[in-house]
């Protein structure tokens, strides 16, 4: 019905219409969704599900932690450690104490300062290193844990830590030549470290984690690790106490002569263990870049050099074998003879002397050694050179050992045929040597030297090197026979430079002279005579004039002998050393 | 009498109401409500839920707790490693030495035995004598060439290092 009113208002479009209108926009509005959701959930969840794992999968290589290297006692001589590299991201370091009223300092200037005690460096370099638009940047690396704690305690924006290894070398340049070094990255570059690398790096191993916002391992995710295999522990023959004593003493005696460099060899003449294997000059491994690059070596083992009168040893000892002659054999020796054309001279002028071979090796005469030694052929001379160990590598397991050099027989041509007889002619290194007369203390068979001990296994059970090679070289009369002659060279009184108090000692001087003018100086000796325990060899280079072995080198063969004994707790036996008749007439 | 038997016959009350049809059932059911078995599977479903909860908390609880016991790992083996380098640092040569001469102590010069199955000594001792100035004084051999540990200053508890690698301020 309508009403009276004639103005008839239009009505508003209906509510119906806008109401549907609504309805069909949320309709819409739902099925995008719907099928949003269908897309993602339905079909393409595969896809995006992966992603999302990706997102939060994180590998890690668990580094294998290398081996340590030990000393004959465990006692550490190369060891990983933990640390860490402190890094900067120098676009966020603006912001240290910006928000921070009472900071009278912010950003970059305020961050240096509060480094500065903590690393050690400068506020100039550490603002510079911290000023600029690197992503990343090293600030100081290999920081110890306890530093890196304290710097990230200042909770400086844009700094951070990576864990890093680091070889250290507790013993710094004790035993060094043995020990060898790493790189910066941690790659074996010499001595034990590289020969033993592969029993020392051990294997990486991996894993793979899904990681939640904190960094936590999600327990629930993917998750699989291989495990890292760590190196192996390498034990040495060396015995520390006794390496820093000789290396005191060669680096000492060195200086004191002006030679250019020294070596000391202590060999256990049972077991062939190289004790002491010192050498000046040497290195630290834990500054090899500071080191000159031609000393980062073994010198022991890579330098070789003419034995001098030290090979008069062989000589003898061959002869003894062979017969021609015995220790009271009488010898009229003069100065100066001539031999098929050569003339041999002895060190020093004098008058003719009356002899025994005894009396030869103790005045070390050359002209009395040649005369003994040309009753051997020089093919027979040779061949006990080479069974001595001469002439070839011993094998040690180290990098750049020389063999030494020795001509064959045929090519012992003019001076040479009866130079090698007193040690010239032929170059060896001083393990070698010092090795090739442990002969005699080991009852005339040569045992090849060894500066490893053994492995330790994942239990830390220690899995011995194979025994060495052992070579019969002469017979034990005839061992004994060079163990009296060499124990009458050294006088056992105070006034020996060689003696050792309490103990019989016998030995050889040497005194080589080198093409280049310098002069060799050596003593090899043993002790205690009765029952010798250990070799030692003791050789400076390089001496720029004529000083004896028995002035430079005996003495320092009496101290490291004397500290050896001591160390090994061996004790004297009271016996007295032998003295035999030197003259005739 | 036959008259009085013609005439006898049942009187029927006459009805005046329907005549309701009776018939005999039986006793009517209780009507059984489909409340318990509802509340017994929404238990059900919600203790589920619950036992599911409960494990996933746990399990998180327990990946935040093997994380704070790996910091802890890791701090005490830093530590460990801190004192381990710390004793052979000391006890190697060099360090022993240093430490003897600053005691004023000098090196051995003359050694002497006790042979203890009858107290016999052996050898020559006398007093150690103060080494010669310039002699025997000086250390030939350094200590390693090892950055010394900076004093710690700030933090006393280790920060979080989850074990695994690289950590920063991201």
Do not use: C
């Amino acid at each position: 019905m309508r009403s009276g009113a004639t103005a008839v208002r239009t009505l508003p479009a209906e509510p119906h219409r806008r109401h549907r209108l609504v309805l069909i926009g949320i309709a819409i509005f739902a099925l995008l969704l719907g099928g949003r959701l269908i897309w993602v959930q339905g079909l393409n969840s595969a896809e995006l599900s992966e992603k999302a794992v990706q997102a939060r999968t994180v590998e890690r290589t668990i580094p294998a932690l290398r081996g340590d290297i030990l000393d004959t006692n465990g006692n550490v001589m190369a060891t990983s450690v933990l640390r860490y590299d402190i890094w900067v991201d120098q676009r966020q370091v603006g912001d240290y104490r910006a928000n921070d009223d009472t900071a009278t300092e912010t950003g970059v200037k305020a961050a240096a300062k509060q480094l500065a005690p903590l690393t050690g460096m400068s506020v100039a370099d550490l603002e510079k290193k911290l000023t600029g638009k690197a992503g990343f940047q090293y600030i100081i690396r290999n920081v110890e844990p306890s530093e890196r704690d304290a710097i990230m305690a200042l909770d400086i924006p844009g700094i951070g830590a990576d864990r890093a290894t680091e070889r250290i070398y507790p013993g710094g340049m004790v035993g060094a030549n043995v020990v060898g070094f790493v790189s910066s990255d941690g790659q074996a570059l010499g001595g034990t470290e590289l020969s033993w690398d592969e029993h020392l790096r051990g294997q990486d191993g991996h894993t793979t984690y899904e990681r939640g916002a904190g960094g936590q391992v999600i327990p629930s995710g993917s998750n699989t690790t291989k495990d890292a295999v760590d190196g192996q522990d390498v034990v040495l023959t060396i015995d520390e106490d006794i390496q820093h004593r000789a290396q005191e003493i060669i680096t000492a005696k060195v200086k004191e002569w002006n030679g250019t460099g020294g070596s000391i060899v202590v060999i256990d003449t049972a077991t062939g263990d190289i004790v002491a294997l010192a050498e000046d000059p040497t290195f630290d491994p834990n500054q090899p870049a500071k080191a000159k690059p031609d000393l980062l070596g073994n010198q022991s083992i890579s330098n070789v050099f003419e034995p001098g009168s030290t090979g008069k040893l062989f000589t003898m000892a061959a002869a003894l074998e062979e017969g021609v002659t015995t220790p009271s054999e009488k010898h009229t020796v003069p100065y100066s003879k001539e031999f098929k054309g050569h003339q041999v001279r002895d060190s020093h002028q004098h008058p003719t002397q009356y002899l025994t071979t005894a009396g030869v090796l103790k005045e070390s005469s050359n002209v009395g050694t040649v005369e003994i030694a040309n009753r051997m052929s020089p093919k027979t001379r040779y061949e006990y050179l080479r069974k001595f160990g001469l002439g070839q590598p011993t094998g040690l397991p180290l990098p750049g050992e020389s063999g030494g050099i020795l001509h064959k027989p045929e090519n012992w041509t003019g001076r040479t045929e009866f130079t090698t007889s007193f040690g010239q002619g032929y170059a060896v290194n001083a393990v070698q040597v010092t090795s090739a007369v442990g002969t005699f203390a080991n009852d005339g068979v040569h045992v090849r030297p060894r500066i490893v001990k053994g492995v330790k296994d994942a239990k830390g059970v220690l899995r011995p090197t194979q025994k060495q090679q052992a070579d019969r070289v002469v017979s034990p009369e005839t061992a004994a026979t060079m163990r009296q002659l060499m124990d009458n060279d050294v006088p056992d009184n105070p006034d020996s430079n060689a003696h050792v108090p309490g103990f019989a000692v016998g030995g050889k001087t040497g005194t080589a002279q080198v093409p280049d003018g310098t002069y060799t100086a050596s003593f090899i000796g043993m002790a205690p005579m009765d029952d010798p325990r250990y070799v030692i060899g003791v050789f400076v280079y390089g001496l720029p004039a004529y000083f004896s072995g028995n002035t430079v080198a005996a003495p320092a063969f009496a101290d490291i002998m004397s500290y050896t004994l001591h160390a090994r707790r061996v004790t004297p036996s009271g016996k007295d050393g032998v003295e035999l008749d030197n003259t005739w007439k | 009498m036959a008259q009085l038997a013609a005439h006898t016959y049942a009187v029927r009350p006459r009805r005046t109401a329907a005549r309701p049809r009776l018939a005999l059932i039986a006793r009517p059911r209780q009507e059984r409500s489909i409340v318990p078995f509802a509340a017994l599977i929404t238990l059900i479903l919600v203790a589920t839920l619950a036992a599911m909860l409960v494990l996933n908390v746990s399990m998180t609880q327990t990946s935040y707790e093997i994380t704070r016991l790996q910091e802890q790992d890791i701090a005490l083996s830093q530590q460990a490693q801190a004192l381990r380098e710390e004793n052979e640092m000391r006890s190697k040569p060099q360090e022993l030495e240093k430490r003897a001469r600053d005691l004023g102590m000098v090196p051995v010069q003359d050694v002497a035995f006790v042979d203890l199955a009858n107290g016999r000594v052996v050898g020559d001792p006398k007093p150690a004598q103060p080494a010669a100035p310039g002699a025997a004084d000086k250390q030939l051999i350094p200590p390693a060439d090892l950055p010394r540990a900076v004093p710690e200053r700030g933090a006393s508890q280790p920060l979080y290092d989850y074990g695994m690698g690289n950590e920063g301020r991201d």
